[in-house]
């Protein structure tokens, strides 16, 4: 079973950036792909970036291309979200998720980490 644990967020001023690193424990294929989701207060959950396992193609939420990365390292059983420029409205829970293919939808991923906290201030 497929366990996920975030770590990284953090309070940063705007114009800031972070780097928010998501740990896969359990058997993750290569056809597999991974997400990064965020959620802030009163809003809906959306999707913010994902990654294909194998190839590491990747796919971004317009309102970050450009100025977010993600990354795996197979190695270290790693995905992570380099994240620059930070905007105040990006403040959220960021989640990452594993899913069978990559998709933007939050129904198709089946496995979560707990979320950590990104806070950018003003």
């Known amino acids: 079973q497929v366990q996920l644990v975030e770590s990284g967020g953090g309070l940063v001023q705007a114009g800031g950036s972070l780097r928010l690193s998501c740990v896969v424990s359990?058997?993750?294929?290569?056809?597999?792909?991974m997400g990064w989701f965020r959620q802030a207060p009163g809003k809906e959950r959306e999707f913010v970036a994902g990654i294909w396992w194998g190839t590491a193609n990747t796919d971004y939420s317009g309102s970050v291309k450009g100025r977010f990365t993600i990354s795996r390292d197979n190695a270290k059983n790693t995905v992570y979200l380099q994240m620059n420029s930070l905007k105040p409205d990006e403040t959220a829970v960021y989640y990452c998720?594993?899913?069978?293919?990559?998709?933007?939808?939050?129904?198709?991923?089946?496995?979560w980490g707990q979320g950590t906290q990104v806070t950018v201030s003003s």
């Open positions: 359990g058997r993750i294929f290569s056809n597999n792909a």
């Open positions: 998720a594993a899913a069978p293919y990559l998709s933007r939808i939050v129904g198709q991923y089946k496995t």
